[in-house]
T-cell receptor, first 115, second 114 residues
Framework: NAGVMQNPRHLVRRRGQEARLRCSPM?????VYWYRQLPEEGLKFMVY????????ESGMPKERFSAEFPKEGPSILRIQQVVRGDSAAYFCASSPLEAGTGELFFGEGSRLTVL | KQEVTQIPAALSVPEGENLVLNCSFT??????LQWFRQDPGKGLTSLLLIQSSQREQTSGRLNASLDKSSGRSTLYIAASQPGDSATYLC?????????????FGKGTKLSVIP
């Protein structure tokens, strides 16, 4: 059973470009979470999705960021018009149930560098 | 708003020593608490999960305790090994509007010297 798969592992973008980060949850998991880890900071919650639904996006910046988890395919975190402050590691996690009833399993992360 | 603090920020110990990592949180109404390990440039590996009704969990050389009333958890590592060198993260889960959210501490960076 493969773990949470994220790609790309490393992404370099110039200011103003778009970044797309993909996450495939563990098999049988239908809940996906995105977290961001800024340099020297702890991981911060961004968004929680179930298949085809955004449940909680309270941690996501209101502009330029969006997330989806379609019926088929991976979850996508999209950052439009990237700025240097978006440089961070973006982690995806999945669980078979709501986080409070079980563990979260994290992927290896996607490290975004904005030049 | 939940805040999680981990002390110390960094710790260096000789191989074989027992050690304790500390985690404190401000809102005691947690649902569970999870300890993770993060290696440089890698993802998070779950070590132990303690439900709010539990006092401790053990896995091999690791033992995690939880005292909800005082807002504290400790991770005890017995007979440390160089392979234990990593950053250890504490995360508490609260029930928020519509979801369960993990709040992470900044971690304790552990170095075990051979």
């Amino acid at each position: 059973n493969a773990g949470v798969m994220q790609n790309p592992r490393h992404l370099v973008r110039r200011r103003g470009q778009e970044a797309r980060l993909r996450c495939s949850p563990m098999k049988g998991h239908s809940h996906v979470y995105w977290y961001r880890q800024l340099p020297e900071e702890g991981l911060k919650f961004m968004v929680y999705l179930q298949k085809e639904n955004i449940i909680d996006e309270s941690g996501m910046p209101k502009e330029r960021f969006s997330a989806e988890f379609p019926k088929e395919g991976p979850s996508i975190l999209r950052i439009q018009q990237v700025v240097r402050g978006d440089s961070a590691a973006y982690f995806c996690a999945s669980s078979p149930l709501e986080a409070g009833t079980g563990e979260l399993f994290f992927g290896e992360g996607s490290r975004l560098t904005v030049l | 708003k939940q805040e999680v603090t981990q002390i110390p920020a960094a710790l260096s110990v000789p191989e074989g020593e027992n050690l304790v990592l500390n985690c404190s949180f401000t809102d005691s109404a947690i649902y569970n608490l999870q300890w993770f390990r993060q290696d440089p440039g890698k993802g998070l590996t779950s070590l132990l999960l303690i439900q709010s009704s539990q006092r401790e969990q053990t896995s091999g050389r690791l033992n995690a305790s939880l005292d909800k009333s005082s807002g504290r958890s400790t991770l005890y590592i017995a007979a440390s090994q160089p392979g234990d060198s990593a950053t250890y993260l504490c995360a508490v889960c609260n029930i928020g509007a519509g979801s369960y959210q993990l709040t992470f501490g900044k971690g304790t960076k552990l170095s075990v010297i051979p």
